[in-house]
């Protein structure tokens, strides 16, 4: 009996309840609390023992766990937006669904879906060939219910970006369990092609020979020409059948593409150095742009050649494209155009396919950003010690969510974005831009993100001398120093270090330290105490002796900066 696609494509487990079908002999299937088959609550929460999202007492096929449901399954924010739930730099708490459920529950779960996985992938080496239409309907069977579960799992991935401001270490582990989902679903497509090539007929111009998948890159970010990323590369993962031999007949190249991945025919603007495959993955970062890309946005897809042994002994060859495309990113051409360029790669990673995006969303995206541009390449962010590990903070998202304009606002729409970065594009270039200023970042020499009256506040009761560097409200980019003179609350000056008279934050520390004495350091986390350290200790650290100017005697002020006040 030959193979019918159409009784393949049915599906089979309408209205199932628990104990539905289960090929004999087999523990294919798990019935636990994770894996298929997911059982829909009603709206009270308990288990209807639905499979079927639109069978009576089901959910819409759209029902996400753990979101907040509220008049046709539409899902609304939980928490209190006035207080946003934004953790330390330090780890002290967990995001979770409105259910209870965290990030740890989610990755059992898909820890389960791979393991089944697993299990479908030995149950296809172990098939008889041509596969039975009895087997096919078992499959199928299978496959649905995993495609299901890793949907499930997508869904709840996307609630916490959008309705969490998540710590970083949960933050890049959301993003690699998103990659692993990625992967997951690729695997399944893949076995689902194989299956299909391997029953009666042998149609082997279904099966693409393997999938590759981009499954680690940077942030959209510009790159300038004729240089490479200075941030993480890409990291493509090949996989391939379950047991249909492959064999890689090329190193893995990039190829410029349309978002939807389609090869463009000028591929002139790429100088790469091509790489091969190592036990199943690559890392790519070899990729140039000789020519800018005029602030328009650009994307690259991989492609690798491979050679496919059917059963009768015969090979076809085949050229494999990455089932994703690259994130956007912009060539520019000068160090002027990089701005502009990293706001408009945002504002499509943000806005693309809604108007707004939720405060939670655009805070984690600026993180990530900020982040992938503070640190080096090769930085493993969960093993940075707590002393150096700099990542935006509570107040700093507090700050930032004053410069949007909408304090109770749930949302941003693309006009407060671009106001907002109209100051922090600027102060995230000066942070990239200054190897100082970004070492000084790191260990909380700079305060960054506060505004003049917490100045006064805090250096109130400190000794004269004592003094927090920000960046300037009112000249983005550019550097202010609030400074203790006197006693008392009048006793705070602020001094702005305009460049380019003052390019070097530690030159001018340096020149001025008979009245700036010892840095206010951020806190480590909320609630922290008030901490300082002395100017000295910090110039003979990180200044070389060469470079170091004698310290000249004078009656304890700076002519030219208390002279700024009058």
Not at 274 to 286: F, H, M, N, P
Not at 491 to 506: A, C, E, M, Q, S
Not at 508 to 529: E, K, S
């Amino acid at each position: 009996m030959g193979f019918d696609q159409r009784m393949y494509e049915q599906t089979y487990y309408s209205q199932q309840r628990e104990g539905a079908f289960t090929p004999t002999g087999t523990n294919f299937i798990n019935q636990g609390n994770y894996g298929a088959p997911y059982y829909y609550p009603d709206s009270s929460g308990n288990n209807t023992g639905n499979m079927n999202p639109s069978s009576p007492g089901g959910m819409s096929s759209n029902f996400v766990p753990g979101i907040i449901y509220k008049d046709s399954n539409q899902p609304i924010l939980s928490g209190n937006i006035g207080d946003v739930p934004v953790f330390d730099s330090q780890r002290t708490g967990e995001a979770t669904f409105s259910d209870g459920r965290s990030i740890e529950d989610v990755q059992m779960e898909l820890n389960v879906t791979n393991t089944q996985l697993n299990q479908l992938q030995d149950v296809i080496k172990t098939s008889s060939v041509p596969i039975p239409m009895q087997s096919l309907e078992y499959f199928h069977h299978v496959r649905t219910q995993l495609e299901e579960s890793l949907k499930l799992i997508s869904k709840s991935l996307e609630f916490l970006m959008y309705n969490h401001i998540l710590d970083p270490v949960d933050l890049f582990e959301v993003r690699e369990l998103k990659s692993r989902t990625f992967v997951a679903e690729a695997r399944l497509d893949l076995y689902h092609l194989e299956i299909i090539s391997l029953s009666a007929e042998f149609t082997y111009n279904t099966f693409p020979g393997g999938h590759l998948c981009i499954i680690e890159e940077p942030a959209p970010q510009p790159i300038k020409k004729d240089q490479k990323l200075d941030t993480i590369g890409y990291k493509i993962k090949f996989i391939e059948g379950a047991r249909t031999p492959v064999q890689l007949s090329s190193p893995v190249r990039a190829v410029l593409v349309t978002d939807d991945g389609i090869v463009l025919k000028n591929q002139e603007m790429i100088v790469q150095q091509e790489k091969d495959i190592v036990d199943g993955q690559v890392y790519y970062d070899t990729i140039k742009w000789k020519l800018g890309s005029q602030n328009r946005p650009v994307v690259v897809a991989f492609q690798v050649n491979v050679s496919v042994q059917l059963p009768d002994g015969s090979v076809f060859h085949k050229c494999i494209q990455s089932r994703n495309v690259s994130n956007q990113t912009i060539v520019y051409t000068n160090a002027r155009q990089w701005s502009n360029a990293q706001q408009n790669l945002i504002l499509k990673w943000l806005f693309d396919v809604n108007a707004t995006a939720t405060f939670f969303q655009f805070c984690n995206y600026i993180q990530l950003l900020f982040i992938q541009h503070i640190y080096d390449r090769d930085t493993n962010y969960a093993k940075i010690d707590d002393e150096d590990w700099r990542p935006l903070s509570q107040q700093d998202f507090q700050y930032l969510r004053k410069s949007i304009g909408r304090v109770g606002s749930k949302t941003v729409n693309q006009t407060e974005f671009s106001l907002f970065w109209d100051w922090f594009g600027p102060v995230v270039k000066s942070l990239r831009s200054s190897p100082y200023l970004k070492e000084m970042w790191k260990k909380r020499l700079v305060w960054g993100m506060i505004d003049k009256e917490t100045c006064i506040n805090l250096l109130t009761n400190l000794p004269i001398g004592s003094f927090i560097i920000r960046f300037s409200k009112r000249e983005p980019g550019n550097l202010a120093i609030a400074y203790k003179v006197t006693p008392g609350t009048d006793g705070v000056r602020h001094f702005l270090v305009r460049k380019p008279r003052y390019p070097n934050i530690l030159d001018y520390l340096q020149q001025n330290q008979n009245i700036l004495l010892q840095f206010v350091l951020a806190p480590l986390r909320n609630n922290d105490v008030i901490r300082t350290v002395s100017v000295s200790e910090v110039l003979e650290s990180m200044i070389s002796p060469k470079k170091r100017v004698r310290r000249e005697q004078s009656d304890g002020y700076d002519e030219e900066m208390v002279a700024s006040y009058h």
